[in-house]
């Protein structure tokens, strides 16, 4: 399995940027899909989370709201549109697929990675 990040990019505070991770493989649909970020001398953190029919969604505290994670399993497509960014959003952003049954927050869970996208908020 291979996951492709794009999308990210320099936006000024209060802009929107939207993410694509684009999965290999034929059994896309089969696995919830994640989000995580990493910001320069942090750790990795949890960003959001999808099912695998994309019914239910959940968020991390501070982009609830703001950011909404969508897929498209016919395009084998997971999204994350990001609005009202602010300069804490500046990060890596990286996909995962989950290796466990449900959506989870712990990127322990998680097999599969992307090489990440960057995106950097301006003030």
């Known amino acids: 399995v291979q996951l492709q990040a794009s999308g990210g990019g320099l936006v000024q505070a209060g802009g929107s940027l939207r993410l694509s991770c684009v999965a290999s493989?034929?059994?896309?649909?089969?696995?919830?899909m994640g989000w995580f970020r990493q910001a320069p001398g942090k750790e990795r953190e949890f960003v959001a989370t999808?099912?695998?029919?994309?019914?239910?969604?959940n968020y991390a505290d501070s982009v609830l709201g703001r950011f909404t994670v969508s897929r498209d399993n016919a395009k084998n497509t997971m999204y994350l549109q990001m609005t009202s960014l602010k300069p804490d959003d500046t990060a890596v952003y990286f996909c995962?697929?989950?290796?466990?049954?449900?959506?989870?927050?712990?990127?322990?869970?998680?097999?599969?990675w992307g090489q990440g996208t960057l995106v950097t908020v301006s003030s």
């Open positions: 493989g034929r059994t896309f649909s089969s696995y919830a």
């Open positions: 999808i099912s695998r029919s994309g019914a239910i969604t």
């Open positions: 995962a697929r989950s290796g466990t049954p449900v959506s989870t927050s712990q990127a322990r869970d998680y097999d599969y």
